[in-house]
C-alpha cells in the first residue's frame, strides 16, 4: 500500500518534469517563431495539463510552485516542510 | 521577476558519491563555459535588444540556464556527500574542501573561480548572438569532454540532457541571429548598431 502511494506520487512528478519540459521547449521555440498557430494549440494544450497536475501535485503532496498552495491546508506550511529537489526528491 | 518550482528540469538522483568527478562537473557550473556564465550572459545581454524576440529568447533561455545551474550544482552536491576524511584525501578532494568543505562553489574544474570576464554584453546586437552561438558549442564540448570522463550511468543521464540542450539553443540562436539580420541592411549588416545608433529611417 506505501508503495503504491510511493509510486503514484512519482508518477505524478515524472509527467509534472515531462509537461514542464515540452512548455520550455515550445516557450524558445515560439520566441523565434511567434505566428506559428499549430505550436501555439500545441503549447496551450500542455499549459493546461501542466496547471492541472501541478493542482493535483499540491492538494496530494504538497505545493512544487507558490502558485499552487491549496488554502485547505492551514496546520503545516509544506513549501517549508517538503524536501528540496536535490536532496533525491522524486 | 521569477518564480521558484521547487522540481530539477530533469531528476538528479545519484547513489554512488565520487569526488573525482565532481571536481570536474563543476566546471559546468562556475568554470569559463558553465550554466552560471550562460545565464548571466543571455540575463545581460537582453536589456539593449531592440527586438522583443530576441530579447524573449534571451530571456526565455537564461531563464532555463538557471535551471541548469541548479541541476550541475545537485549532481556535485550528491557527488560529495557524506564523504569520509579518507575519501576526500584520496581523491584529490583536499584543495577544495580546505577552501568550501563540502558546500557548492562555482568554480572551473581547475579551482578558478567564477569570473564575469568569461563572457560579454557588447551592445551590439550581432557580436552578442554570435558569442551566444560560440557559447552554446563550447557548453556542448565541455559536456562531451565530461561524458568521456564519467562511467556511472546515473551521473551521465542528467548530463546528456544538458549537452542536448545546448544543441538546441545553438539552434534557436542561429534563429535569432537571422531575425536580427532581416531586420538590418541586407548588403551591409554592420551599417549601423540597432542597439547603439539611431536608425535613419
Known sequence: ?90 | MWNYEKRLQFPVNITQPNAKIAQVIMSQYGGPDGELGASMRYLSQRYTMPYPEVAGLLTDIGTEELAHLEMVSAIVYQLTKNLSMEEIEASGFAPYYTDHTLGIYPQSAGGIPFNAGAFQSKGDAITDLTEDLAAEQKARTTYDNILRLVKDNEVAEPIRFLRAREIVHFQRFGEGLRLIQDKLDAKNFYAFNPEFDRCKC
Open chain 1, 1 to 90: 500500500m506505501k508503495s503504491n502511494m510511493v509510486n503514484e506520487r512519482a508518477r505524478l512528478y515524472h509527467n509534472i518534469n515531462v509537461i514542464g519540459f515540452v512548455i520550455v521547449d515550445m516557450i524558445e521555440y515560439l520566441d523565434t517563431h511567434p505566428y506559428d498557430k499549430e505550436a501555439i494549440e500545441y503549447l496551450n494544450h500542455y499549459l493546461a495539463l501542466k496547471h492541472q497536475a501541478m493542482a493535483e501535485y499540491a492538494e496530494k503532496y504538497g505545493p512544487l510552485s507558490i502558485g499552487n498552495v491549496p488554502d485547505t491546508d492551514c496546520n503545516e506550511w509544506k513549501w517549508a516542510t517538503q524536501p528540496m529537489p536535490w536532496e533525491g526528491g522524486f
